[in-house]
């Protein structure tokens, strides 16, 4: 089980943002900006790799409405997600990173 799987589960707390029936987005355990959120479908999917299409479609939806609730759809923000070792995944749990809340540094 994944440390995502045990959050969706209630076992591990987290600070929520969102929630519906498959999706979920909550704030990072170590923010690497001043808002830091992680969206992930509450269904344990590897990566984005894995991913369905309409399932990534839905998931982008729910990241629209999760930046609107952060209050940051207006200034802007950044989506990331890790696949895999190259990629720097650390949580075999599909995730995107919504970075935002300052003005964010370019890479
Ligand atoms: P990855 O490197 O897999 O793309 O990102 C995993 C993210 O999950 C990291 O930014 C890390 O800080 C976050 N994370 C790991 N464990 C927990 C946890 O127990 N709670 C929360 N809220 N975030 C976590």
Redesign the pocket.
Known sequence: MT?FER?VAGE?P??KVLENEQFLA?????P?AKIHV?AIPKQCIKDFQEADPKLLGELSAFIQEVVKVLGIDKSGYRIIS?IGRDG????PHL?F?ILGGEKLGSF
């Open positions: 440390i959050i591990i987290c600070k909550f704030y990072d355990i170590a690497k992680l890790n720097g995944q650390e949580v995730h990173h």
